[in-house]
Every structure is written in structure tokens, then in C-alpha cells.
């Protein structure tokens, strides 16, 4: 074999090696996990804990507003992925011109109002909730992204429901955790 050749098989190898150490980190980058339903079903129920947990928190009494608004900040926090991106979220009781919320500020104004830049808002979970439950009509699962709607009833501390149309769309965040991203409520059409 002549030093051409040689240098030439050499040169070969070596881009092989190149090649296959390139390709190894991008097959051994980690795929999103897929989402289950359980987990979807398990983030409508925390969902509902952390509504209650707000308005138990302020319990109709407005000495306890600091404390309902601090509860609210970390549920937006552990729910919401507004860390991961604008959040599309549309809640029940809004209108124009702030009827769709992108940031974490619009949704703290719509579940404890008490902002004068959202002054339709009353506060949401400061009503007197103490249950929540979700029966979803059905769950879509695309690998780290799900979809949910379905029914969401609400009872007071008294025991009257409210009832609301209610879709989310769920993201697994980089730690495995789903967040919100997409938030749509409304009050069911009772018809003309």
C-alpha cells in the first residue's frame, strides 16, 4: 500500500469517526417524554385544589388579601407555563378590552382583581370555592403536549355549583412537570 493510499484511508477513518461522534449526541439528546392521561387528570385535580386553596386562603375576609394573592402567585407559578412562553389564556368571567390574558399579570388580575390596570376584575377564586371536579369529553395527547375540554363544576361553600365549559392545553416543562399554556372558559350556551 503506497503512502497515497494510506494517507487516504487515514483521512476516511477519521471523518467516520467524526461523523459517528456527531450523530451520537443527537441521538442521545432527550426526546420530551409523552404526556398521560393520568397526568392530565391528575393536572385538572391540582388545578381545582389550587383554586380552593386561594379563596380558602382569603375566606371572604379582605385582612386575608396578601395571603390569597401570595397562594395565587405560586399556583400561577406550579399551573401556568408562562416561564415556557405567552400563556393563551381566556377566562370565564372577562371583557373587552382584557378578555384574552398572555402574561402572569393578567391572570393574578383576574383570580384576586385588585389591579387598577384590569378594573373589571373582581377576583375570581376569591369567591367562596371549596370544591372543584372536571369530566373531561376528552383528552388528545401529542407526545409532551395534551388537550383537554370538558365540564368544570364548582361548588360554593354553601354548596351551590357553578358550572363552566372549560379547555386547557397542557405542556411537559423540561423537569417533567405539565403546565398550562392554553386556558379557555366560558359559562355554557343556555340557547336564544
Do not use: C
Amino acid at each position: 500500500m503506497n503512502s497515497t493510499t494510506r494517507r487516504s484511508l487515514i483521512a476516511s477513518a477519521v471523518a467516520l469517526a467524526a461523523l459517528a461522534g456527531s450523530a451520537a449526541p443527537a441521538a442521545a439528546q432527550a426526546i420530551p417524554p409523552r404526556i398521560s392521561e393520568a397526568e392530565v387528570i391528575a393536572a385538572t385535580e391540582a388545578w381545582g385544589k389550587g383554586l380552593v386553596s386561594i379563596s380558602v386562603a382569603y375566606d371572604e375576609n379582605e385582612a386575608n388579601f396578601e395571603k390569597a394573592k401570595a397562594v395565587a402567585s405560586a399556583f400561577i407559578d406550579k399551573a401556568y407555563g408562562y416561564d415556557l412562553g405567552p400563556v393563551l389564556f381566556k377566562p370565564t368571567l372577562t371583557r373587552e378590552p382584557q378578555t384574552f390574558r398572555k402574561t402572569k399579570v393578567g391572570a393574578m388580575a383576574y383570580f384576586v382583581g385588585h389591579d387598577k390596570a384590569y378594573p373589571y376584575d373582581d377576583g375570581f377564586a376569591l369567591l367562596p370555592w371549596r370544591s372543584v371536579s372536571y369530566k373531561p369529553v376528552g383528552i388528545q395527547i401529542n407526545g409532551a403536549v395534551a388537550s383537554t375540554m370538558g365540564r368544570l363544576e364548582l361548588r360554593d361553600k354553601d354548596g351551590n355549583p357553578t358550572v363552566v365549559d372549560k379547555t386547557w392545553v397542557f405542556k411537559k416543562d423540561d423537569r417533567g412537570q405539565l403546565r398550562i399554556i392554553v386556558h379557555h372558559s366560558s359559562l355554557p350556551f343556555v340557547g336564544y
